[in-house]
């Protein structure tokens, strides 16, 4: 009778990440001219730019506060429709068994992918709320993003050892 619950207690102890909270660490929601954009009689599609980005800091030991960065523009004919930033953050434990060389993937890749869905319902409703449809942010691809801030890093790595 009591193994149950001490494999449930080892199962929990082996966990590779441990998501302790989450919250807005940074948020910004900007409607420039609503007059124009609500009684412009041009219903085009917008223009919308959305810039992603993901860092870790540790906070000492095996936790580490993982930060989204998400930036959105939207435009129609070069005028600015809104533009909102959200830094949106988690404070994250790895576990004893995670090795050094998988730490990077899962706290840049695995991390993000945890916090996304949360962070993206924060830009809908504040979209929705700003008097635009909700912007529902595609799936975000975090091991390409991964992948490319670390050939980012080693980029600039190369051309800050050439001086």
Same mark, same amino acid.
């Given at each position: 009778m009591s193994t149950e619950p001490k494999e449930k207690n080892a199962t929990a102890m082996t966990l590779p990440i441990t998501i302790h909270a989450q919250y807005i660490k940074d948020f910004s929601f900007e409607n420039p001219s609503p007059i124009t954009s609500f009684t412009n009689e041009n219903?085009?599609?917008? =223009? !919308?730019?959305?810039?992603i980005q993901a860092k870790a800091d540790n906070l000492g030991g095996r936790n580490f506060e993982v930060v989204l960065d998400i930036r959105i523009d939207a435009t129609r004919d070069g005028n600015s429709l809104f533009v909102t930033e959200l830094s949106y953050a988690g404070i994250i434990s790895?576990?004893?068994?995670?090795?050094?060389?998988?730490?990077?993937?899962?706290?840049?890749?695995?991390?993000?992918?945890?916090?996304?869905?949360?962070?993206? =319902? !924060?830009?809908a409703d504040v979209t929705r709320d700003g008097g635009f449809p909700p912007l529902m942010l595609a799936p975000v691809d975090f091991a390409a993003l991964y992948e490319q801030q670390k050939n980012q890093e080693l980029k600039d790595g190369k051309s800050g050892s050439k001086e």
């Open positions: 219903h085009a599609q917008p =223009n !919308i730019s959305v810039s790895l576990g004893e068994s995670v090795a050094e060389e998988d730490a990077g993937p899962l706290l840049m890749i695995e991390s993000p992918r945890l916090l996304f869905p949360f962070a993206r =319902n !924060i830009l």
